[in-house]
């Protein structure tokens, strides 16, 4: 037990740091596939499972919008318009960045 | 559901995914920036900051792995460095989670390389893509590899050159991420009443972020709109 320590300490910890990461964070991204092979997909989970995707995205953007105030929201929205109208992500991106600027600029 | 096509795997497939990730760009190279000047400063080595690019890639682990790094490590303290990043990263089982019919046939070790790479920007890309009919999984691999390329690219620029970076706030580009999502919302939508968990998903989510420190808030907003959409008939 003693080596395993004196390994840790050494300049070669770093190394077992990035690993110990890399082991968890593999687990997290492949637990959700090898979790639902095992789940039999009623229609009730499937009703579940196709809310996720919205869900995901909801839960990540609010919290991180409205800590940032009205211009975060109204820049969102101004993404969420443009891509409606036109379907490309690329525009719907640059209208929500250049709302948020031109709101900042002005402010 | 049973009259989807089977999934298949192409290398046409491919060069799709990885033009489609362009829209990521931005996001992933001022994360990826930020946490490679991050990384500099803490005084990280270049191999210690690429080793988790190229192997943890998880931004906001990352990020939460700055904090908690040593000089010399302790058995204590890299059971604590697992922890906080299983604790950031266990929102990534949901992404998985909505990946698994669309992966079932694939062979398992293209599926542990596709997963190893997977984030939620390939993910939203990949379900956009699944969203709106395309069934070839070369294109969420194609996503995955060309941002993985773009991330690596992006922290040794931050890594030497991160002072260098202009002030991302002027150009909204703190936000890039958050509006990156919600363009992608976009495509989802198929009317008010399958939208009706996505609010549940973020009222409990912002309730969380609100009364709860740390990234719990995504995981327990997502779980409340699917537990929101199998209550609803």
Redesign the interface.
């Known amino acids: 037990m003693s080596d395993?320590?004196a390994f840790?300490?050494s300049p070669w910890?770093?190394?077992?740091?990035?690993?110990?990461?890399?082991?968890?964070?593999?687990?997290?991204?492949?637990?959700?596939?090898?979790?639902?092979?095992h789940v039999r997909?009623t229609p009730?989970?499937?009703?579940?499972?196709?809310?996720?995707?919205?869900?995901?995205?909801?839960?990540?953007?609010?919290?991180?919008?409205?800590d940032?105030g009205w211009p975060?929201l109204v820049?969102?929205g101004a993404?969420?318009a443009?891509?409606?109208a036109t379907?490309i992500?690329?525009l719907?991106?640059a209208a929500?960045?250049?709302?948020?600027?031109v709101i900042?600029?002005l402010l | 559901m049973s009259s989807s096509p089977r999934p298949f795997f192409s290398l046409a497939g491919l060069r799709h995914g990885a033009r489609a990730s362009l829209p990521a760009f931005p996001g992933f190279i001022m994360f990826a920036l930020a946490f490679g000047t991050a990384a500099a400063q803490k005084g990280l080595s270049l191999a210690e900051a690429m080793g988790l690019s190229l192997f943890v890639y998880a931004g906001a682990s990352q990020m939460v792995g700055l904090e908690v790094w040593q000089k010399v490590w302790t058995p204590t303290t890299i059971l604590t460095i697992m922890m906080v990043t299983a604790v950031v990263n266990s929102r990534m089982i949901l992404l998985g989670a909505t990946l698994q019919p669309w992966l079932r046939h694939e062979p398992i070790a293209r599926n542990a390389l596709n997963l190893f790479l997977i984030t939620e920007a390939g993910w939203l890309i990949g379900t956009r893509y699944h969203t709106e009919g395309g069934r070839d999984v070369g294109v969420l691999l194609g996503a995955a590899i060309t941002l993985w390329i773009v991330w690596q690219i992006a922290t040794i620029l931050g890594f030497f050159a991160g002072a260098l970076v202009p002030e991302p706030r002027a150009f909204g580009l703190d936000l890039v991420m958050p509006i990156f999502f919600s363009a992608m919302l976009v495509p989802l939508w198929k009317g008010v009443r399958p939208a009706l968990p996505w609010l549940v998903a973020g009222a409990v989510s912002f309730v969380t972020h609100a009364l709860v420190p740390g990234y719990g808030y995504i995981v327990a907003g997502a779980l409340a709109g699917v537990i929101a959409g199998m209550l609803i008939e």
């Open positions: 395993v320590g840790i300490a910890g770093s190394a077992v740091a990035i690993a110990a990461m890399t082991l968890v964070t593999f687990l997290c991204r492949i637990a959700g596939v090898v979790l639902m092979s997909i009730r989970v499937e009703r579940g499972l196709r809310a996720l995707p919205g869900s995901i995205i909801l839960a990540t953007i609010l919290p991180a919008a409205l940032n975060a820049a969102l993404a969420i443009v891509m409606a379907r992500d690329l719907g991106l929500g960045l250049g709302t948020l600027s900042r600029a």
